[in-house]
């Protein structure tokens, strides 16, 4: 429910700005006030008079209205509300934000605001894929800028691809987990999750099998209590829960990397599946079969992010969580794990074959803590995820 949230809802010049209409009224359904922005681009999609019929609003377009800076200056505009979601975000409008554009009201908006912002991207899949947007995507999430999709499929151009704008009831979700207030509200949780793949060469890579189920679903339940949650992401085969701060990594140096520039956090969960290893020296060019018979691989340890976040003398998260994933003796392996590596505690679970934990919805987990060890009984992941959310909520009251 969003009863008494405040939206400032800025709509850009795409054709997904039709669907920001119903977005508005999805928002209200819930309980939220909408109050829309209109880029110049959007009004040749959607027309002031439909867009503030809906929200019920006033809408704002020009930053040099006298009028409104009279009544409330763009500055006080960007803070009134407690969000500010933008659906669509344009390439146009994301280039200005991560170039810190303040050339129009919606762009100087986002530079003025001192609240979370949340964007729905849409664009054609090649301005999508475009280097320059690449960038820009990264530079945004670094930034920590809330996404919501884009989305894959036919796009209103004929072409196929992501760069959909994600759909209303995705958007209100991901706004809901951004305004959630639960008791970890204010709290800045970090989730390594998926495998990491680290190259052989530019075509082969090596990693450890890990679907990023369970590392997504504590993510989501984190973000659902109100935390503010990164999330830092292999190739995982899951997309990422809305409403979250996500880093995408390919390997286990860029994880270390982008953990360690998310950090302070208050408590961290490592359920990424690492490489402890790497290729000593990847070929830059691919190797050929029977050049020089069979390759002989060498390889060198990769950095271990949770003993290093563990062991770090200042800005240590209070809380800790690693996870065991065992095949047998998984207690004393597990606890051996939790000293070994000084995290506070430790979800250790048993993933011989025939549990059919590994890639599938249910997990049978044991929580090492300092105090001893709890085995929970077989439950979805999601389940498992919820209760490791409630126990971190308790844990760092
Ligand atoms: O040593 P092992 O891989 O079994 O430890 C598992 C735990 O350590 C998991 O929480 C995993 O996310 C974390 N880990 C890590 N960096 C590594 C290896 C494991 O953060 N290089």
Not at 32 to 54: C, D, H, I, Y
Not at 249 to 268: E, R
Not at 294 to 312: G, H, K, M, R, Y
């Amino acid at each position: 429910m969003l009863a008494g949230k405040r939206v400032l809802l800025i709509i850009g010049g795409g054709i997904a700005a039709f669907k920001s209409l119903d977005l508005i009224r999805r928002l209200r359904e819930r309980g939220a006030t909408v109050t829309p922005v209109l880029t110049k681009a959007a009004e040749e999609f959607v027309t002031p008079l439909s867009t503030s019929a809906l929200a019920g609003q006033k809408v704002f377009r020009d930053l040099f209205d006298l009028t409104d800076e009279a009544e409330m200056g763009h500055i006080e505009l960007s803070r009134s509300a407690d969000l500010v979601v933008v659906a669509p975000a344009t390439a146009d409008l994301m280039a200005k934000m991560a170039g810190g554009h303040a050339n129009d009201l919606a762009s100087t908006i986002l530079m003025a605001t001192d609240k979370r912002v949340l964007i729905a991207p849409a664009m054609n899949v090649r301005m999508w894929e475009h280097a320059a947007t690449q960038r820009n995507i990264e530079t945004l999430k670094g930034d920590a800028i809330l996404f919501v999709g884009p989305d894959e499929g036919e796009m209103a151009c004929g072409e196929h691809g992501p760069g959909r704008m994600a759909e209303p009831l995705a958007i209100v979700d991901a706004v809901e987990a951004a305004l959630s207030s639960g008791p970890l509200k204010g709290k800045h949780v970090l989730v390594t999750s998926g495998p990491t793949h680290e190259p052989i060469d530019p075509v082969r890579y090596i990693a450890n099998r890990s679907s990023g189920a369970q590392g997504t679903a504590i993510a989501r339940s984190l973000s659902a209590l109100g935390a503010h949650v990164t999330f830092v992401t292999g190739p995982a085969d899951v997309a990422p829960p809305p409403g979250v701060s996500v880093r995408s990594v390919q390997t286990a140096q860029q994880m270390l990397d982008a953990v360690n520039s998310a950090l302070p956090a208050d408590a961290a969960v490592f359920a990424a599946a690492v490489a402890d290893w790497r290729v000593a020296s990847a070929s830059d060019s691919k190797i050929k079969k029977g050049d020089k018979g069979t390759p002989t691989l060498e390889f060198a340890e990769n950095p271990d992010i949770l003993a290093t976040v563990s062991q770090l003398e200042s800005g240590r998260p209070q809380l800790v969580v690693g996870f065991a994933a065992e095949t047998d003796d998984v207690l004393a392996h597990a606890s051996a794990k939790r000293d070994r590596k000084g995290c506070d505690w430790i979800i250790a679970n048993d993933v011989s074959p025939e549990t059919g934990i590994m890639g599938g919805t249910e997990n049978a987990v044991t929580l090492i803590s300092a105090e001893g060890h709890e085995e929970w009984p077989r439950m979805t992941k999601a389940r498992v995820a919820e209760r490791i959310a409630a126990r971190i909520a308790e844990a760092l009251k």
